[in-house]
């Protein structure tokens, strides 16, 4: 019978390991298929866009962003000849170029002059971008703090290498020539300037390379590699050899356009371009409150394998990838609604794209599922390396604003394309994007001149919750900063004008600008109760005039010590702190603490004798020194919840009782009654405020205004502040703001002498 009863308990043992395994598995399984949420971006494309704001408002108007070659760029009536076999000529003089790709903000980054002029413009223009991602994605850089973030970049040319060894040889070489040659160079300096210790890798899958660089990204996250990561592109042209290339090899159109699906696309237009996404797992970003803007679904890469020849397109090859992202995406074919076509528009590339796609989205479609499809390239041109996330960027903000921007050039659809048969219809104006199903999910495709594929499955961003605000401070702090007085007027001039529009709530703007942003030496702090007065104050700073609320001071050089400097007896009114009382948990708990230290010593309740029918009792010394300790106390523990820890805490009168307990000599309760009975201290080595920023404790400082004028004055000196912590009491969204106002200057080759 003992037997039987032990193989029973055997038998019960080994199902709960199995169950616990199925449990790891599932979990595993969930993790490997895990949403990856877009919560950050920024770019630089034609046509003057230096943010997804104008970006979309390009596409919006409809604006064909190509243009004629920059001069400063060679000399493009000497390259040119329409004749598409004339040896080392370029058929066209138009493109899609960025401007001022010379002109760098090096200080911001502490990079030499020298450095500077050495750097690849593609690796420059990458770091500002990235920092304008990260900034809109609310996290601050801290270079000490070691974050796992990883950095995938695509990237495919490399002109201003070659034109320093065109112009200077083998004399050219430095040690700074890594910076100029070397592609991998662009995200390891970032890693490096930024503290990163995630991946950090370079993609080169030609034209694909950004879009492999996302699925790499969603790939390091889920294995837990990294816990967020920037996925990114970029493309500059700086020396012709590349567009010869091209050029000769038939690939780009005479007219300088992208005319994708129409008839006349007679090959493509190049293009530059910068745009970076950052990626965080769906439940981390939700976690964190942060402003999600898309979820990437799944993703899949792939290679064209035997196709025709070495850079035609293979079609069965684009069908498995499309086919795999759905798979993995979890997503079935008839719930594509858009598809941000690769698209360069070339005579055989578009017939072979468009029958790929539809050969698989049309699965399951019953004929009321609505199909569209274009490309971006038809407004700036073909960004090569970058195209993927340009495409993925034009994608996520037309989910924001629920339309399709016009596909341009289409006039006479490609004969070729059987568009009859196909579902598919192409937006030619703003248009109406109706969720199918209940939910927009859109592909983005890219393709390699080598015959790497690429495909990400987007979904719209879910429902942000509804933010209740329950209790709210009187007034707010902003607090700025900038790596030079300049940038620190131009950023305050920004901000005003943000306030000037009236969309966003001071709260919001004032926590994301606090806990979303890096601190730098230059500083100045704003205290307002309404975006009309912070305004004033901030115009009044970007004209460097002093205003009341407005606190500035010089750079920060180092974190000072601070003081707590506790007050001593006076005549207070009833009512002191209610407003801290009422919203600030940390001040809250300590004054119930006190209440409850000194019951039995006090007949009537502290808390009622503060806020309640015994204000009265205010004018006994009793009950005066009694409140006079506990506001200070509590403001102590205000302080100290805000991050702000004192070096040393001094006081005089009560305030030396409550500078006992504060520095640990006393206890709470023992302090308090010895304050209350006036007990003296006898000898006590507290130490001295000497050398020390002071921040005064008395009652008359629990007010709002005046602790909002103590903490901006406090962190313009350089004291560190928990500013999450500080807003933790209430509801807060991060709000859009304005990114860093670079102040930028011109870097190039130096010649070599």
């Not at 069908?319 to 941000?340: H, K, M, T, W």
């Not at 009265?616 to 409140?627: C, I, N, P, S």
Request: hydrophobic content about 40%.
């Amino acid at each position: 019978m003992s037997e039987e009863i032990n193989y029973r308990q055997l038998l019960q043992q080994q199902l709960v390991k199995i169950r616990k395994l199925e449990a790891r598995l599932e979990q595993a399984e969930a993790s490997r298929r895990e949403p990856i949420a877009i919560v950050g971006m920024a770019c630089r494309l034609p046509g003057g866009v230096e943010g997804p704001e104008d970006f979309w408002e390009l596409m919006v108007k409809g604006v064909d962003a190509t243009s004629d070659l920059p001069p400063d760029r060679w000399d493009a009536e000497a390259l040119y000849d329409p004749d598409p076999q004339a040896k080392g000529k370029i058929r066209t003089r138009r493109g899609g170029f960025l401007k001022e790709v010379d002109r760098f903000d090096a200080g911001f980054f502490g990079i030499s002059q020298r450095e500077a002029e050495s750097m690849d413009p593609q690796q420059r223009l990458v770091l500002e971008v990235a920092w304008e991602a990260l900034e809109r994605a609310g996290h601050a850089v801290d270079r000490t703090r070691r974050d796992r973030v990883g950095v995938f970049v695509g990237v495919m040319n490399n002109d201003y290498g070659q034109l320093a060894l065109n112009e200077g040889g083998l004399a050219a070489i430095d040690p700074y020539f890594i910076g100029a040659r070397a592609n991998c160079a662009i995200p390891g300096r970032l890693s490096y300037l930024f503290g990163f210790q995630g991946p950090s890798l370079v993609v080169d899958t030609a034209c694909a390379s950004s879009l492999v660089g996302v699925h790499l990204a969603c790939q390091s996250l889920r294995n837990g590699e990294c816990t967020m990561a920037l996925a990114a592109g970029v493309n500059l042209i700086l020396s012709p050899e590349a567009s010869v290339y091209l050029s000769c090899s038939g690939a780009l159109a005479p007219d300088g356009r992208c005319k994708t699906f129409d008839a006349s696309a007679d090959g493509y237009s190049r293009a530059e371009a910068c745009g970076v996404l950052v990626l965080e797992r769906l439940s981390d970003a939700r976690a964190r409150g942060a402003n999600i803007l898309a979820v990437i679904r799944g993703s899949a890469v792939g290679h064209d394998g035997p196709s025709s020849s070495f850079t035609v397109p293979n079609g069965v090859a684009q069908q498995a990838v499309i086919r795999q992202a759905l798979q993995g995406a979890g997503v079935q074919p008839a719930e594509v609604s858009y598809l941000e076509a690769h698209g360069t528009g070339t005579a055989m590339g578009d017939p072979i794209e468009a029958e790929a796609m539809w050969s698989v989205l049309k699965e399951g479609r019953q004929g009321g599922e609505s199909l569209w499809m274009g490309s971006v390239k038809t407004n700036i041109g073909y960004p090569e390396a970058a195209s993927g996330v340009v495409g993925m960027m034009k994608v996520v903000l037309a989910m924001q604003a629920r339309q399709l921007p016009a596909h341009l050039h289409l006039k006479n659809p490609n004969p070729h394309i059987d568009w009859k048969s196909m579902g598919v219809k192409v937006p030619v104006e703003l248009t109406a994007w109706d969720p199918t199903q209940g939910r927009r999910i859109a592909g983005v495709t890219s393709y390699g001149r080598t015959g790497t594929l690429a495909h990400v499955v987007l979904e719209e961003a879910p429902a942000r919750p509804e933010v209740k605000r329950e209790v709210e401070r009187p007034e707010h702090v902003l607090v700025l900063s900038a790596r030079s007085e300049e940038a620190l007027r131009a950023q305050a001039g920004r901000y005003a004008r943000l306030l000037a529009d009236g969309r966003a709530e001071l709260g919001d703007v004032c926590f994301t600008a606090a806990a979303g942003r890096a601190h730098f030496e230059h500083r100045l702090a704003v205290v307002g109760g309404k975006a009309s007065q912070v305004r004033e104050r901030l115009l009044a700073a970007e004209a460097g005039r002093e205003l009341e609320g407005l606190v500035t001071g010089r750079p920060v050089t180092a974190a000072p010590r601070v003081a707590f400097v506790f007050g001593g007896e006076g005549a207070w009114p009833a009512g002191m702190g209610r407003g801290l009382y009422e919203t600030q948990p940390a001040f809250r708990e300590a004054l119930e603490q006190c209440a409850s230290a000194l019951k039995g010593v006090l007949e009537k309740p502290l808390v009622e004798v503060l806020y309640g029918a015994g204000a009265a009792l205010l004018k006994e010394e009793t009950y005066g020194r009694a409140v006079v300790f506990a506001l200070e106390w509590a403001l102590s523990r205000m302080w100290r919840a805000w991050g702000v820890v004192p070096r040393v805490s001094v006081g005089q009168g009560v305030g030396e009782y409550v500078a006992a307990v504060d520095s640990g000599v006393l206890g709470l309760e023992e302090g308090l009654r010895l304050a209350v009975g006036k007990v003296p201290l006898g000898r006590r080595e507290l130490g001295t405020a000497e050398g020390a920023e002071s921040l005064h404790l008395s009652p008359v400082e629990a007010e709002w205004p005046r602790s909002l004028k103590a903490l901006g004055t406090l962190y313009v000196k350089g004291v560190g502040v928990d500013w999450a912590a500080f807003d933790a009491p209430y509801k807060r969204s991060r709000a859009d703001l304005p990114t860093y106002p670079f102040q930028r200057q011109r870097y190039w080759l130096t010649p070599v002498r």
